[in-house]
């Protein structure tokens, strides 16, 4: 009987995309013990959104978080999402900011780390993926997973031998956009697997209706393990639900290792939060409800309420089927990025200022010109000349890593911030999210009661 992992997304990625990241620690601490002891393969509990929102929305420090979701959780390894040389934000930190943030997370109880980067500029990751094998925890290689002329089984497998050879210590193919066919993900795994001699995950969402179909191909190919949240927080814009898959593929003779008991109870914990959440509003139906018209477009839910933001502050909502048209023009004159942040955001915003001002390129963009130049990493195909010409005029060409042009900042901070920081926990906060974070220390200067942890950490855990 063949072993199928599963990772559970409750945590972070179902509670960012269903209620945009805003469950509370104290909303499912209980539940803890009981998602250890379900049989996952790990937990997905950190990273991506939930560290800006804890601090932004919920006054909780992001470290205090994991560091009381690992005193409980024993059994299972617990997993972040980190975007390479950009972290958790959406700009390249120095070297010395990724390592430290890295050694900090894996100090506190990260096992796992899913290292991607936006464009596969592996060059992007290469520190990041160091340091997390240095910190003796596990580094996962990601493939983010697009639709274009340019990407097919070979480059996706080739990618694949890339992770491998950089050191990975297993790859997963992240389908952020749901746009994963089921015969596509047969044969991309099938041709990665027979490429790669580590294990291979698939990470998707049910966004626009395919994920439990593509799944169950991928498994059928060979796959290592699947991404799935408990079912009150799954389908929509989130995971296929756990106890579904579960039931499927045991049914079908392979071996998950969890206990749909344990899940059951899991389950009954989480539904009176989304009565409580759609109740409130934050959680919306619509992001409940599959959107197949983004196999079409392609265009991410949050990218297409972006562009129709900007349109309507401008009086021009009667415009958005063409800048609609437009979109897949700019990706192509872009070298197709996949769109996926912070490259959503750039796409849209081009795309709406060419439709907008009537002529393709007459406004760029800084973040634009940025990409072009390269700081953001190599673009996944050729980045057309006029369009190269007209944003760069005289600047040349990036040749070497951006990274490698930033100076160490965490030192700095750290001088910077004497009398506010009470650890180097809060230093890295700043680096991350420098606003926000020093709100939040106000907060808790304001508050002598609040649960913080001022006695558990100190610079010894950075060396």
């Known amino acids: 009987m063949r072993k199928v ?86 700009k390249h930190y120095p070297d010395d900011v990724v390592r430290n943030f890295i050694k900090m997370a894996v100090y506190h109880g990260i096992d796992r780390i899913r290292i991607f980067d936006a464009l596969n500029d592996f060059n992007n990751i290469k520190v990041a993926m160091d340091e997390t094998k240095k910190q003796g925890a596990h580094a996962q290689g990601t493939i983010v997973y697009t639709v274009s002329p340019i990407h097919d089984v070979n480059n996706y497998t080739n990618l694949a031998k890339q992770l491998e050879d950089m050191g990975a210590d297993s790859i997963c193919i992240k389908d952020m956009a749901g746009l994963m066919m089921p015969s596509i993900a047969y044969d991309v795994v099938k041709s990665i697997k027979a490429a790669v001699n580590i294990p291979v995950y698939l990470h998707s969402h049910c966004t626009n209706g395919l994920a439990e179909m593509t799944y169950y191909k991928a498994v059928e190919a060979g796959i290592d393990g699947i991404d799935c949240s408990i079912s009150a927080f799954s389908s929509g814009t989130a995971q296929p639900p756990t106890e579904t898959m579960h039931q499927a593929l045991s049914t079908a ?19 009176p939060i989304r009565e409580k959440f759609l109740a409130s509003g ?40 063409a800048v609609l048209a437009e979109v ?20 849209g915003t081009q795309a709406t200022m060419n439709v907008l001002t009537g002529e393709r390129y007459k406004l760029i963009p800084k973040e634009v010109k940025a990409y072009v130049k390269g700081e953001y990493g190599k673009a996944p195909g050729k980045i057309d000349e006029a369009l190269a010409q007209k944003a760069l005029g005289s600047e040349e060409l990036l040749t070497t890593r951006y990274a490698d ?44 009661s609040f649960d913080q942890y001022q006695k558990m950490t100190d610079s010894e855990t950075i060396k």
Request: aromatic letters at 8%.
């Open 5 to 90: 992992h599963i990772t559970e997304t409750i945590l972070r990625d179902a509670n960012q995309s269903l209620i945009a990241t805003r469950m509370e620690f104290d909303e499912f601490a209980q539940i803890l013990k009981e998602i250890d002891n379900a049989g996952y393969h790990s937990i997905e509990c950190w990273g991506g959104a939930t560290f800006d929102s804890c601090l932004r929305y919920l006054n909780e420090d992001p470290w205090e978080r994991l560091k009381k979701i690992k005193s409980v959780v024993k059994n299972t390894p617990l997993q972040m999402l980190l975007r390479g040389q950009n972290i958790l934000g959406y």
């Open 253 to 271: 003779g392979y071996d998950t290792g969890l206990d749909l008991d344990t899940l059951t109870t899991i389950n009954n914990h989480f539904k």
């Open 282 to 321: 934050g959680l919306n139906p619509k992001v409940l409800t599959p959107q197949p018209e983004g196999l079409v477009n392609q265009i991410p839910g949050g990218m297409l309420s972006n562009m129709i933001s900007q349109l309507t502050a401008q009086n021009s909502l009667d415009k958005l089927d």
């Open 328 to 347: 897949p023009k700019v990706r192509a004159d872009l070298g197709y990025p996949p769109l996926v942040t912070p490259m959503s955001q750039m796409v």
């Open 405 to 448: 042009t930033l100076e160490p900042a965490f030192e700095k901070a750290k001088e910077e911030l004497k009398g506010i920081a009470q650890n180097n926990e809060d230093v890295l906060s700043y680096l991350a999210f420098p606003q926000v974070a020093m709100t939040y220390f106000e907060y808790r200067k304001e508050n002598p």
